[in-house]
């Protein structure tokens, strides 16, 4: 049963050229536990594809469901618990807060639940173990290194156990064994269950994912 | 972690900025506070100095007919009912007794001196020199009180009779000494008369403990003038009690000038601080318009966004505010008399402190709801600009 949606999906931009269709008529659907890549070169419409998956950025026409919500139908504030429940992100240059600690990062998501601040911190803590970082939960971002920062990047993003996580060419800026672990972590995360949409434009990262599909000129190919 | 946490630790972080910020807010409070405190005691001693500067409460005996004093009318003294020396006591009895500083009773007495019709003042000179400090006496050292045998002349009398200082005068067949010559004044009641020891006088008329009227000084910073009017007419059987009107209408002008200018500077500092701190609180937002894409984008609310903002702003704010309040209290106790060269001290008024926190707090929430609104709507996907 598919978790995601895509019905006819259109996003147009007004640009300095007039009138710019970054997506065109996107139907796709995603499974439940998917590790999915959207590929495509640079400029293709992937990454706004992945900011219309996520709950960020309103196509100009279409329908995304999640979870049988159309999410887009929902009023501004809701869709942003909609995002904090259902979404994590993983952005393209980690966006981190530079002045939090990295456990205060992973802590984010959950500083707006009512969730007591040991069980925040033992919660943060925990994911901060999973992805390899415990011991240097108390630095801050620029006392981190650029693998580590992207590890802090996915703790903040499935600290809070969202059902999918968005991934902005995470492997992007990171040299190829920093990257490999990245994605057998990612790896690890999907196989315990969690959807994973990942846009990169690295056809190496193809044997980690479960599918690919391709988008050009903002057209989705088969 | 609480929203409250993150503001904290973005303050913390951001140490200029937030130096800065607080700074503007200490500037604004200090200057107010003490530019409030120093007008205080500027207004308190110009209103001491004008209660001082002549009588402002007159008692007459109650004719019920007009009686003018300063221009004064005494044809037939004997005519006009007297009042006597038992008042004097019975005015220190009246609730606001502390604030008569000076009672200043006279004999009004005409005599003829060489042919010339004058008029004869009885005072109790130590009290007259008080209420009349504006005189300048030719011939008498500053704060000397003079004798019995001695009289002080208004500068006309002085010149009909051809008298200066040192020389002697017969009044009533009695010799006196000229202590001392008032300098024209402009007003007929000192140019024209001859001051003379008030007992002296009512011997010389033989008429014990009478006198004519009685000049008060009170000193009313504190206390509306009209109540000690009212305390004294009650207590004085026989007796009209006039406040001089225009004398309180010159002070009250005179200090309400102070309040006014006061007003108007410390408006334009309050104007000049949130301005400071909206644009700071902008620059702020600006410059942290990522990091709110992110917390957007993880889902955080427009009100949780606004909530951190505010939080910083109050934080600083009243940290502003308490700095300020020291700031400004402690010039204002050490240096604020002296620069403005008053002689009332200023005290330490700890009850400005809440005010103070509480103004700035407000000022800076109020400063910074535009940038915290705009801050919130911000649209995560351009915050991030990438996607």
Known sequence: MSLIKVHEVTKTYKGGDGVVEALKNINLDIAEGEFLALMGPSGSGKSTLLSVLGGLNPPTSGKLMIDDIDVYALAPEQLADFRHEYVGFVFQQYQLIPYLTALENVMLPLAITSRPGKVQRDMAQTVLDKVGLGAKSLRLPNQLSGGEQNRVAIARAIVNEPAIIFADEPTGSLDSKTAVELLELFQSLNQGGLTIIMVTHNQENLEWVSRAVYIRDGVLES | ?387
Not at chain 2, 211 to 222: D, M, P, R
Not at chain 2, 311 to 333: H, I, K, P
Request: charged share 20%; hydrophobic share 45%.
């Open chain 2, 1 to 387: 972690m609480r929203l409250t946490d993150i503001a904290l630790q973005n303050l913390r972080r951001r140490k200029m900025r937030s130096a800065l910020l607080v700074l503007s807010v200490v500037i604004g409070v200090a200057s107010i506070i003490f530019l409030y405190t120093t007008t205080q005691a500027m207004k308190e001693d110009v209103a001491n100095k004008l209660d001082q500067f002549g009588s402002n409460i007159l008692i007459l005996p109650d004719t019920g007919e007009a009686m003018t004093f300063g221009g004064i009318t005494v044809e037939a003294p004997t005519q006009v009912k007297e009042l006597d020396m038992s008042l004097i006591p019975l005015m220190k009895t009246i609730k606001n007794k502390e604030t008569l500083a000076t009672i200043a009773p006279k004999l009004l007495v005409d005599t003829k001196i060489k042919g010339q019709t004058i008029l004869l003042l009885g005072v109790d000179f130590e009290q007259e020199l008080h209420l009349k400090k504006w005189w300048k006496l030719n011939g008498l050292a500053k704060n000397q009180i003079p004798s019995a045998n001695e009289v002080i002349l208004g500068s006309e009398v002085a010149q009909s009779l051809g008298l200066s200082p040192k020389q002697t005068i017969t009044i009533k067949e009695k010799d006196f000494t000229v202590a001392g010559i008032i300098q024209p004044t402009g007003s007929t009641e000192n140019d024209q008369a001859i001051f003379i020891d008030l007992a002296v006088l009512q011997k010389l008329t033989n008429r014990p403990n009478a006198i004519s009227l009685i000049e008060t000084a009170a000193l009313c910073y504190t206390c509306p003038i009209e109540e000690v009017t009212q305390q004294l007419s009650a207590k004085l059987p026989g007796t009209k009690v006039t406040a001089l009107k225009s004398t309180l209408e010159s002070r009250d002008d005179t200090v309400n000038r102070f309040n006014l200018f006061a007003r108007i500077v410390s408006l334009i500092l309050f104007l000049a601080s949130s301005l400071v701190i909206t644009m700071t609180m902008k620059s702020s937002v600006e410059e942290r318009t990522r990091e709110i894409g992110i917390l957007r984008a993880i889902g955080f609310r427009k009100r949780h966004i606004i909530q951190i903002i505010l939080t910083e702003a109050g934080l600083l704010g009243s940290l502003g505010g308490l700095l300020g309040f020291l700031l400004g209290m402690g010039a204002a106790v050490q240096y604020g008399s002296i620069l403005v060269r008053a002689q009332v001290p200023i005290p330490w008024q700890s009850n400005l402190l809440a005010y103070a926190i509480l103004a700035s707090l407000l000022i800076s929430l109020i400063a910074s709801l535009n940038p915290a609104w705009k801050a919130a709507r911000l649209d995560p996907t351009e915050s991030l600009r990438y996607m």
